[in-house]
């Protein structure tokens, strides 16, 4: 099934993707280029994959039938969520940020195309991915509520915020300089940080899959809370991974966070208190997921693939 879910979730996004983004060609090639070098550098498409997955569980238990399973229009929505997605990323990769060189196996986009159009290819995405929702999702009820939503999600409060506070909480190995700036070393400000660096646009991907598909509150708060917890067992499992595996395999640098005093699930915790704590988040997961039988058995199969994965 897994293998069904991915390759199924990744064909309609990169469809999607290669529809909506403008082609290198297009003037000014420049920043169309950087675009696209991020977007299409072979990424999981885990958040496409995930608001599809949430979308074709409440359209099926609302007994609507189509041909693939998924509410109209849900592949554009899921284009949306990587072009916000890839634009964090080439953001988080810049000399001012994390300072990689690799993304992907490729070079960064401010490593290939130069760091000004890196920051204009990651603005472009970012605004491209609210044009899409404005135009593709309907009604456009729906859509002004995705943007809402997405954008809470994207911002200062959530993935944003996280992001700060997870450059405040770095300091050496003692945790002295993540005291000295407010954010000490605890599990609690550690999870606080991924709640919405890593797990706010994981939950936004279930929520507004789940919002095109017509779901109640009930089941959008019972997708919350599988995706809380998934976002956690996802950021623990990459924090493992920098310690871990290897370049090969992550296409990235790794033994970086170490390196840099990041506040870590390992670094806090230990590698096997770590790897047991995202076990248990994603038993926490789908134990959320009870109400909805069987039909969330896609769900489930994504999160042991989240802490089973090896990049």
């Known amino acids: 099934m897994l293998k069904e879910i991915l390759q199924r979730g990744q064909r309609l996004a990169d469809a999607a993707l290669e529809r909506l983004l403008p082609p290198g060609t297009q003037y000014p090639p420049s920043i169309h280029q950087a675009?696209?070098?991020?977007?299409?550098?072979?990424?999981?498409?885990?958040?496409?994959?995930?608001?599809?997955e949430a979308g074709r569980m409440i359209h099926a238990g609302a007994g609507q039938a189509t041909a693939d399973g998924l509410p109209p229009g849900i592949a554009d929505l899921g284009a949306a969520l990587e072009m916000l997605h890839t634009y964090s990323l080439i953001h988080d990769d810049l000399p001012?940020?994390?300072?990689?060189?690799?993304?992907?196996?490729?070079?960064?986009?401010?490593?290939?195309?130069?760091?000004?159009t890196a920051i204009l290819a990651g603005d472009a995405l970012l605004t491209l991915a609210f044009e899409v929702l404005a135009g593709e999702v309907q009604p456009p009820a729906v859509a002004a509520g995705c943007c809402a939503a997405?954008?809470?999600?994207?911002?200062?409060?959530?993935?944003?915020?996280?992001?700060?506070?997870?450059?405040?909480?770095?300091?050496?190995?003692?945790?002295?300089?993540?005291?000295?700036?407010?954010?000490?070393?605890?599990l609690a400000n550690l999870e606080s940080i991924h709640r919405r660096k890593t797990g706010a646009m994981i939950q936004i991907s279930l929520r507004l899959g789940a919002m095109v598909a017509g779901a109640t509150a009930q089941q959008r708060a019972a997708l919350d809370?599988?995706?809380?917890?998934?976002g956690l067992a996802f950021q623990i499992t990459d924090d493992l991974l920098d310690v871990r595996?290897?370049?090969?395999?992550?296409?990235k640098r790794v033994g970086k966070d170490a390196k840099r005093g990041k506040l870590t699930f390992p670094g806090?915790?230990?590698?096997d208190p770590s790897a047991q704590r995202a076990q248990e988040s994603i038993v926490?997961?789908?134990?959320?997921?009870?109400?909805?039988?069987?039909?969330?058995?896609?769900?489930?199969?994504?999160a042991r693939y989240i802490v089973d994965r090896d990049h």
């Open 284 to 302: 926490e997961a789908c134990q959320a997921l009870a109400a909805f039988g069987s039909q969330a058995d896609g769900l489930r199969t994504l």
């Open 35 to 52: 675009m696209r070098h991020s977007v299409f550098a072979g990424g999981k498409r885990l958040r496409p994959i995930l608001c599809m």
């Open 268 to 271: 806090l915790l230990g590698l």
């Open 96 to 116: 001012a940020l994390d300072n990689d060189d690799l993304r992907r196996g490729r070079p960064t986009c401010h490593v290939a195309f130069g760091e000004a």
């Open 150 to 186: 997405l954008a809470k999600a994207a911002g200062a409060c959530n993935m944003v915020g996280g992001q700060v506070d997870d450059m405040s909480a770095e300091g050496g190995e003692s945790g002295a300089q993540q005291a000295a700036n407010g954010f000490p070393p605890s």
């Open 245 to 251: 595996s290897n370049q090969a395999a992550m296409g």
């Open 225 to 230: 809370a599988y995706g809380q917890r998934l």
